[in-house]
Every structure is written in structure tokens, then in C-alpha cells.
């Protein structure tokens, strides 16, 4: 017994099934053959003045990166305290770099704290000196890069509140 078709509903044949199909068909060649993606953000450009601006916080995030390393060698209970925090920056380093374009620039010596009871003021006052940093420049910014300098420095300033 072979099976036979059903009935479609009144008013709605094969033939108008492929015809609606159709007609979405090409309706939807023209959309997308018609369309054009808006042009960039003007707001999204980088100028020379904010590459250079992203360029600094980039020295500014590897010094800090420097200062967890120069921290936790002079006080290792600190350092081990505070390697969440320090990962938490290296992070934030990766991110700028990513975003600052044709960052290859390299971090500034970051002296020694002087000593192991002096070492987690120390590095309060460097993550604090970063966190200021990075607000100032997130104002000069636009579009993603002022989010993602002010997002690390609010992040920053979390970790000095921890270290406090």
C-alpha cells in the first residue's frame, strides 16, 4: 500500500508554497546584496596623540607588573598573598597590548621596595600610581579603549582597597 499525500489546506496549493519561497528567496538576494555596512565610527580612529596616550599606559601597566615581581621577591609571604593580584595585571597587561596599536615599547625600571615590612605600601602606591594613570588617560580615549583603561582602573583600585 503505498502512502498517499495529504491534503494541504484550502487556499494553500504547492504551487503557492513555491512561489511565497521564491519570493523570500529573492526578496532576501536584494537585502543582502543592497546592503552595506555603515562606515567606521570616526569616534573609533586612533590618533596619533591616543596611540601614544595607549602606548604610556602600556609602560605604565609593565611597570606594575614589575612591581608585583619586585614586591613578592622582598617579602615572599606577600608575594604569595598577592599572586592572584598579580596575575589579575598581567592580564590587564595583555588586553592593552592588544589594544594599543603597535605597542613593542618596554617598561621603565622599577626600583626594589626597600624592604620586606615596606613592601605592600610600597606596592599600594605603585597600583595606585597605575590606577591614576590609566583614569587620566581613559578621558583623552574614546569608544573601547576609554572602557577598557577605566575598567582597569576601577579593577586596580579594587586591588589597593585588598592591599590596604
Known sequence: MSPTPSNPPPGFS?????AATAASAAGLALLVAGCSSPPADPREQVTSKQADELAAQVIAQQTLVAAFAAAGAADPALGAEVAEL?????AQLARL???SPGS??????????????????WLRG???????SHAKAAVDQSGARAALLGSIAAGLRGQDGRLA
Open 14 to 18: 504547492r504551487r503557492t508554497l513555491l
Open 86 to 90: 598579580a596575575s589579575q595585571a598581567d
Open 97 to 99: 597590548k592588544a589594544a
Open 104 to 121: 613593542t615599547t618596554s617598561a621603565a625600571p622599577v626600583p626594589a621596595p626597600p624592604s620586606a615590612p615596606e613592601a605592600r605600601s
Open 126 to 132: 605603585q597600583v595606585a600610581a597605575a590606577a591614576d
